[in-house]
């Protein structure tokens, strides 16, 4: 069964840093793009950040870019989503996501698979 589980997220102050982590397990890892979305409350979930399959190209939301970095490890089947000068809007449930051959599009539609999900909470 193809399992997704996000983990590292936590309460931090306003211009902290945290690192989230994600293992996927039951998925040939290596051929797949993967991502990152949000959920703050109230609002949708909405497109962090994504990144291919290899590494080479990556994608991010205009609110995070400059801030975020999303990174992947292949051998661990592993990726990553380092969160750093974090500001209150950045609070969110934050979902980790397999892509599709479209994933660039950087839609909900064009991912496959949702992990369950890890809360960050920046202080103000």
């Known amino acids: 069964q193809v399992q997704l589980v996000e983990s590292g997220g936590g309460l931090v102050q306003v211009g902290g840093s945290l690192r989230l982590s994600c293992i996927a397990s039951g998925l040939t890892f290596n051929s797949v793009a993967m991502g990152w979305f949000r959920q703050r409350p109230g609002r949708e979930r909405e497109f962090v950040a994504a990144i291919s399959r290899t590494g080479a190209t990556t994608n991010y939301a205009d609110s995070v870019k400059d801030r975020f970095t999303i990174s992947r490890d292949n051998d661990a089947n592993t990726v990553y989503l380092e969160m750093n000068n974090l500001k209150p809007e950045d609070t969110a449930i934050y979902y980790c996501?397999?892509?599709?051959?479209?994933?660039?599009?950087?839609?909900?539609?064009?991912?496959?698979?949702w992990g369950q999900g890890t809360q960050v909470t920046v202080s103000s």
């Open positions: 996501v397999v892509g599709t051959i479209n994933w660039y599009l950087a839609r909900p539609v064009d991912f496959d698979l």
